[in-house]
């Protein structure tokens, strides 16, 4: 009886830390997405990017706006399953590594003038940065040879800061993250 509610103490422990991580990353997708959203308006307002128009530009933009939004659901799916399912995990990686070629795409497909190719790179660069982190962290858990526990999200906070930092340099005072 009383291995029975170590086990479980246990179980419900490993649980909660698993949520709370994921929990985590989700807190990081909306950042990301409005991250992302302001260099999207950086490249409209430079003509990069027009509406109506389909360019390799604007289909790996709207690419890694609809990976995005796979990410949030693919977390919302594993942190609702009664277990953190492996297939759950391996499709948010998924995810996390398309959303890091989607970026990249950008960054090579993009010509501006100096100061907003610097925005626009640094801030991907950042966005990118961060999702590999992520990736890293999570594929050896989805291998079963690590602990969701393990994963430590990136600092938040910071990431903010040289985002903002980036922007304001740039000249985009308001394009910065709260």
């Known amino acids: ?10 179980l419900v422990c490993t649980l909660a ?9 989700q807190k990081w997708e909306p950042v990301a997405l409005q991250a992302f959203s302001y260099i999207i308006s950086i ?7 027009t509406a109506g128009t389909q360019t390799v530009l ?5 690419t890694a706006n609809a990976d995005f939004g796979d990410l949030a659901s693919d977390i919302t799916a ?7 399912a492996t ?3 391996n499709k948010t990686i998924a995810v996390l590594g398309s959303l ?10 993009t010509h501006l003038p100096a100061k907003d190719q ?3 790179s640094e801030g991907l660069q950042g966005l990118i940065v961060v999702l590999a982190s992520f990736q890293t962290q999570l594929t050896p858990v989805a291998a079963g040879r690590a602990k969701l526990s393990s994963v430590k999200p990136p600092d938040l906070a910071g990431f903010k800061a040289r985002f903002n930092l980036t922007m304001v340099t740039a000249g985009h005072p308001d394009k910065i993250l709260r």
């Open 78 to 84: 594993a942190q609702a399953s009664s277990a953190l």
């Open 118 to 120: 610097t925005a626009v």
């Open 100 to 109: 890091q070629k989607d970026l990249g795409q950008i960054i090579t497909d």
């Open 17 to 25: 830390i698993g949520c709370n991580t994921l929990a985590s990353i």
């Open 43 to 49: 490249l409209q307002s430079n003509g990069v990017i």
């Open 87 to 89: 297939g759950s995990l």
């Open 1 to 10: 009886m009383r291995n029975k509610k170590i086990l479980a103490v246990v």
């Open 58 to 62: 604007a289909t790996d933009a709207a």
